[in-house]
Each structure stands twice: as structure tokens, then as C-alpha cells.
């Protein structure tokens, strides 16, 4: 394969989390929402398909950037719809960003542990990666915020996957008045979080925000996600997105989830006292667990492998992720699913324990 960049074959590719065919699997793997989407969305994405295919979309998906500057207007008074740009799920807006800002020998920073994708965009460029441990409590140190020549991009998750945890706002406008470079905050479960970085975003134009439909919508099949940045910001990462980087039926169905706020917010309420009691639970089985903010939980059992309890549970039906980084412990991020999901599950793991 001489044809292609050594970067390329050099790399390892981003492995998403298993996808299993069989439905009778309990899924608490990937961080899905357990819920159908609103009923509206469906409807809408009828319609679409009545109203036909044959053309091309908006490239611009300006209906579901009008009603989501409409939404976000309470925390962020200046946005209007030049603030957003829409992406294929939150990771083309990920790639987007990388591609605009990160050339070959240029570097980017990330947390660790976080989301892996940060790493492979970065090689993906030919960039090199700055990664920064969190501290033992989940914050950040001085050296995530430093100087750095060639720095010209930073990610942050927050909440942060896979520990659920949140750096406060006024820390994160401290982070990006000291760093010389774009900071993504990337917010893909901002909507399960008591607070979030939008409002940073008049405040100075290298915060930029990114958010997806996939978790607190149900449409992760759906691929929709969008970022909020100052708009001369967006207008140059418009050059960079694909033409139609957004189909006629996700922009349907995107902006219909918006249209129906009782619909988020009673699956949200269920999904946080489904958090908490899952918490309490992995608490009680003597599991060392992270306070989170997100649909997920990290835990650790200071008895049991995490991998080998991974193992035994996929073996019982029950797919959690086992996940092991760099430079830190492993551990299981189990999904908050439904009632009758986390009780099946927290069943079969008080056997195995």
C-alpha cells in the first residue's frame, strides 16, 4: 500500500464501540439513549420522504438553525443562526474543526483519559498529540492551559467521557484567555450537565461549542450534530464541511426533535433518577464510582478485573464498555438505560461479584 500517506498506515484506526445485531442483548455500551425519538421526528422525516428525494438538501440546514438559535437564545442573547454550522454527528463537526485549523506538524492538545477520536484526527492530519493527564480528582492541572509554539488546536469534553465529569465554565474562560489556539469544548452531553460553556462563546472567539442529537434526542442512527462559534469563525469552517454534509431527512428530523420540548425533557428527567439510583447501586456492590454528569457512569471494583467482569457480563448478555488508556487505570462506563435494563443488568452483576 506505497500509495498511500505514512501517516495513514502508520495510525490505528478509531474503533467504535461494539455494535451487536442480536436485539436481545441489553445495550450499555455506547452511550445511546434507550428511548424511541419524539414522535415528531418520525412524522417529519415522513414527510420529507413525501415531498421526495430527488434533490439535493440545504447545504446550510437553515431550518434547524433558526430554531436552535431560537433555543439556545436564553444562555447565549447574540446568537442568531450565523452562529451554528450542522454536521453528519458531532464527529464530522470534530473533523471540520481539525481539518480547519491543524496542519501536518502542527499540534494538538487533549485530555487523557477522553474521547479517543481527538487522537486519530490529529494523525489523520499528520499532526502530533499533546496529551495531558487528568489529575487524580478530575481536574485539570496548569499544564493543560501552557504556551506551546506549534499548538493550534485544543479538545476538551465536558462532561468528559468516560468519567461523567465537568470543568466549571469560569474555569474553562480561564483555559482559553491562556491558550494561544482555538479550544473546543466539546459538550455531546451538555443536556445531562447542570451547566455548560455556551455563554463562553460571545465572550471570546476561540471558544467554539459543539453538540450532538445522538444522546439526549435518541438519534444516534440519525447522525446529527452542530457547533456554535462566533459567525466569522463559521463562515470559514463552512468552506471546509462536505457540500451536503446533511441530508434532507436528518434536517427534518433534527429540527422536529427540537420542536418537541415535553419529549426531552420528560426522557431527560427519567434518564438523571435513572443515573442516580444506578450510582447508589454500583456503590452498594462495593464499586468505586465517578459523580457524573452525563448518561454514562466509570467505575472501577477494587476486587474484580474490570475487563474479566466485562467479559463474564457480554457472556450473560449485557454488552458495558471495557475501556483502558494510557498512563491510567481501566475501567466499565455503563450507559444509564431503562428502569427494567439497569435492573437486569445490576442483577447479573451482584452474581458475578
Given at each position: 500500500m506505497s500509495y498511500l500517506r505514512p501517516q495513514i498506515t502508520a495510525m490505528t484506526g478509531y474503533v467504535p464501540g461494539e455494535q451487536p445485531r442480536d436485539q436481545k442483548l441489553i445495550k450499555l455500551n455506547t452511550n445511546e439513549n434507550p428511548f424511541p425519538c419524539s414522535p415528531g421526528?418520525?412524522?417529519?422525516?415522513?414527510?420529507?420522504?413525501?415531498?421526495?428525494?430527488?434533490?439535493?438538501?440545504?447545504?446550510?440546514?437553515?431550518?434547524?438553525?433558526?430554531?436552535?438559535?431560537?433555543?439556545?437564545?436564553?444562555?447565549?442573547?447574540?446568537?442568531?443562526?450565523?452562529?451554528?454550522l450542522c454536521g453528519n454527528g458531532s464527529d464530522d463537526i470534530l473533523t471540520i474543526l481539525t481539518r480547519a485549523f491543524v496542519a501536518a506538524g502542527d499540534v494538538v492538545r487533549f485530555a487523557n483519559p477522553s474521547y479517543v477520536?481527538?487522537?486519530?484526527?490529529?494523525?489523520?492530519?499528520?499532526?502530533?498529540?499533546?496529551?495531558?493527564?487528568?489529575?487524580?480528582?478530575?481536574?485539570?492541572?496548569?499544564?493543560?492551559?501552557r504556551r506551546q509554539e506549534r499548538l493550534r488546536l485544543t479538545y476538551l469534553a465536558n462532561p468528559n467521557s468516560p468519567s461523567g465529569t465537568v470543568i466549571p465554565p469560569a474555569e474553562v474562560a480561564a483555559l482559553a484567555i491562556a491558550l494561544p489556539c482555538p479550544l473546543v469544548v466539546d459538550e455531546a452531553y451538555a443536556d445531562f450537565a447542570e451547566t455548560n460553556c455556551?455563554?463562553?462563546?460571545?465572550?471570546?472567539?476561540?471558544?467554539?461549542?459543539?453538540?450532538?442529537?445522538?444522546?439526549?434526542?435518541?438519534?444516534?442512527?440519525?447522525?446529527?450534530?452542530?457547533?456554535?462559534?462566533?459567525?466569522?469563525?463559521?463562515?470559514?469552517?463552512?468552506?471546509?464541511?462536505?457540500?451536503?454534509?446533511?441530508?434532507?431527512?436528518?434536517?427534518?428530523g433534527a429540527t422536529a426533535a427540537l420542536e418537541d420540548r415535553q419529549w426531552f425533557e420528560q426522557t431527560r428527567s427519567i434518564l438523571l433518577a435513572t443515573r442516580a439510583r444506578l450510582y447508589e447501586q454500583l456503590q452498594q456492590l462495593g464499586f468505586q464510582c465517578v459523580p457524573s454528569q452525563a448518561n454514562f457512569i466509570w467505575c472501577q471494583h477494587p476486587e474484580h478485573e474490570s475487563e474479566g467482569l466485562y467479559?463474564?457480563?457480554?457472556?450473560?448478555?449485557?454488552?458495558?464498555?471495557?475501556?483502558?488508556?494510557?498512563?491510567?487505570?481501566?475501567?466499565?462506563?455503563?450507559?444509564?438505560?431503562?428502569?427494567?435494563?439497569?435492573?437486569?443488568?445490576?442483577?447479573?452483576?451482584?452474581g458475578l461479584l
Open positions: 421526528v418520525q412524522a417529519a422525516i415522513g414527510d420529507a420522504c413525501q415531498q421526495g428525494l430527488q434533490k439535493y438538501p440545504d447545504p446550510t440546514a437553515l431550518a434547524f438553525r433558526v430554531r436552535a438559535a431560537e433555543l439556545l437564545r436564553e444562555e447565549l442573547p447574540e446568537i442568531d443562526a450565523d452562529w451554528i477520536l481527538y487522537r486519530t484526527l490529529a494523525a489523520i492530519q499528520g499532526a502530533e498529540c499533546d496529551v495531558v493527564n487528568f489529575q487524580a480528582d478530575w481536574s485539570l492541572g496548569p499544564g493543560f492551559s455556551l455563554a463562553l462563546v460571545a465572550q471570546d472567539e476561540k471558544v467554539v461549542v459543539s453538540r450532538t442529537l445522538s444522546k439526549s434526542y435518541a438519534l444516534a442512527g440519525l447522525r446529527f450534530g452542530f457547533l456554535v462559534a462566533q459567525p466569522q469563525i463559521v463562515r470559514e469552517l463552512a468552506k471546509v464541511k462536505d457540500s451536503y454534509n446533511c441530508d434532507a431527512l436528518s434536517i427534518a467479559q463474564a457480563l457480554k457472556q450473560q448478555g449485557i454488552l458495558v464498555r471495557y475501556m483502558n488508556y494510557p498512563d491510567w487505570d481501566d475501567g466499565l462506563r455503563i450507559t444509564v438505560g431503562t428502569d427494567e435494563q439497569i435492573d437486569a443488568f445490576l442483577a447479573v452483576l451482584a
